[in-house]
């Protein structure tokens, strides 16, 4: 071996000296330090993450899920549990519902909020005493499987720090103290009340079949068709003022729980004042019924008003707010359709316009979920239509409400009297795919009312309405036809 060959292996047993070094130096500084350092952030974790076997794993990283929480503040404790993918419920003291918002922000805090600080050394019994963990103000304990291990986690909040807002607490019984942000409390200290669901009138108003009420002055029952249309059944078939079922149901949907006094046993039911309740009122839905009965103990117990509600999920009894009342117990008078012609916009795909002495005028789209560009002029000629024009005319229609009635059951003469005959009344019939939807006819103008005239809708009666904007409806072909471009000032 000559001389450079001996220096080039001399060289190349200090890299490789010099390598090894490096990956001695890296394997027991950087990765150590690497390892306490993810140890450490683990371990400011609220609920830790990391798993057993090597603590310094990535814990943000870890899939967690939660299985059961036992929630204790001013004196109650709650349960909590839940199966994998299903929904949370109470279970104790009482099996409810819960409110989603309150727990998701409770499992959020656990999964991801962090110890501020952590004092040092262990507590001493007089210390404990004075951050307020001797006794706290709240604990949790939480069970959840964190990848594929199940973990047991017990807090404890004590005091607040006047200084910074902050409170103290400790980890499944530890003397050591750790300080965590004043949320941190606001999100885990729930009563049973805070976590039980609240909107226990919430429902999916478009699954709602049939709504029936009644009560000591009022008794009607409302239907929706399938053209989505509600119509009173009881105490007269006619159609009802979807606009005011609409706010009705959204009233009853916002009352909320104020209160969960007792459980709904009989004899509290009885005192309560629900053996003859001021209003009973049913949902109907595919999946069954929803029955809210509303009671107040006696005349003279102020605003006291219970809610009861029975489903598929068995009975809860809550104190409600007095509007509760308000928003149950409408007059069926105020449900009846004052429009002319009600009808679904959406589901209009044809449009006949007969003016005596003109040919009639068709305009038509092939489907309810066609665009509005796809609406066409049919007869007496053919040619795209105006868009906006037929989707003004729409809006025109539905929004005609009827005013006074001038005569309830009119012959073929008292029709002929007031211009509203075939021979006289302008006529606009509208239709879906499976029927017709609507039809509307408008006669003369009243005698010194300008603006106003005689027409007959869906109730068949004469009646009084606002027709100043009628004139702007396209009564002719060249009203609604999309005229090219060369033609567009033609007379």
């Not at 549990?81 to 922000?105: F, Q």
């Not at 017709?436 to 106003?452: F, H, I, R």
């Amino acid at each position: 071996m000559n001389q450079m060959q001996k220096t080039l292996a001399t060289l190349v047993g200090l890299l490789v000296l010099a390598g090894g070094v490096g990956l001695y130096a890296w394997k027991s500084v950087y990765e150590t330090d690497e390892k306490a350092a993810r140890k450490k952030a683990d371990e400011e974790r609220l609920f830790l993450t990391g798993t057993s076997g090597d603590r310094a794993k990535d814990a943000g990283a870890a899939t967690v899920e939660f299985r059961r929480l036992v929630v204790t503040t001013k004196g109650e404790t709650t349960v909590l549990e839940r199966e994998p993918g299903a929904a949370w419920r109470i279970t104790s003291p009482v099996k409810a519902k819960v409110d989603a918002l309150v727990i998701d922000g409770l499992v959020s805090q656990l999964q991801s909020a962090r110890f501020k600080t952590t004092l040092e050394g262990e507590a001493t019994d007089a210390e404990l005493g004075t951050y307020g963990l001797d006794a706290p103000a709240f604990s949790v304990e939480a069970e959840a499987e964190v990848e594929g291990e199940l973990r047991k986690t017990k807090l404890e909040g004590g005091i607040e720090n006047p200084f910074d807002g902050t409170i103290y607490m400790r980890r499944d019984g530890s003397r050591q103290v750790h300080m965590a942000e004043g949320g941190v409390r606001w999100s885990l200290a729930k009563t049973t009340f805070d976590l039980r669901e609240k909107d226990i009138l919430a429902f999916d108003e478009t699954k709602l079949r049939r709504f029936a009420l009644k009560s000591r002055i009022n008794d009607w029952e409302l239907e929706r068709g399938d053209d989505k249309l509600w119509r009173l059944t009881r105490p007269e078939a006619t159609l009802a003022d979807t606009v005011t079922v609409t706010a009705v149901l959204g009233g009853i949907r916002g009352e909320r729980a104020t209160g969960f006094p007792f459980e709904p046993t009989e004899e509290r039911l009885a005192a309560l004042g629900f053996g003859h309740p001021l209003a009973t009122a049913v949902f109907t839905f595919d999946t069954g019924d929803v029955k809210v009965k509303l009671a107040t103990p006696s005349p003279d117990a102020g605003d006291a008003l219970y809610a009861l509600k029975e489903d598929a999920d068995g009975r809860v009894l809550a104190q409600v707010n007095p509007s509760a009342r308000v928003a149950f117990d409408r007059n069926a008078i105020e449900l009846r359709d004052r429009s002319l012609i009600p009808f679904s916009k959406q589901l209009v795909t044809k449009i006949v316009i007969q003016v005596p002495g003109s040919p009639e005028l068709t305009v038509e789209r092939d489907s309810p979920d066609a665009s509005l560009e796809a609406w066409r002029v049919t007869s007496p000629r053919s040619g795209p239509a105006k868009a906006y024009k037929v989707a003004t005319m729409l809006w025109t229609l539905s929004a005609i409400k009827a005013g006074s009635v001038v005569v309830e059951k009119p012959d073929g003469k008292v029709l002929e009297t007031y211009s509203l005959d075939s021979k006289q009344g302008r006529v606009i019939r509208l239709f879906g795919q499976a029927s017709e939807l609507a039809t509307l006819t408008l006669g003369k103008e009243l005698v010194g009312k300008p603006g106003s005239s005689y027409a007959v809708g869906a109730r068949k009666a004469i009646v009084e309405i606002d027709s100043s904007r009628f004139n702007e409806l396209p009564w002719t072909p060249e009203d609604v036809l999309e005229l090219p471009a060369q033609d567009a000032g033609t007379p």
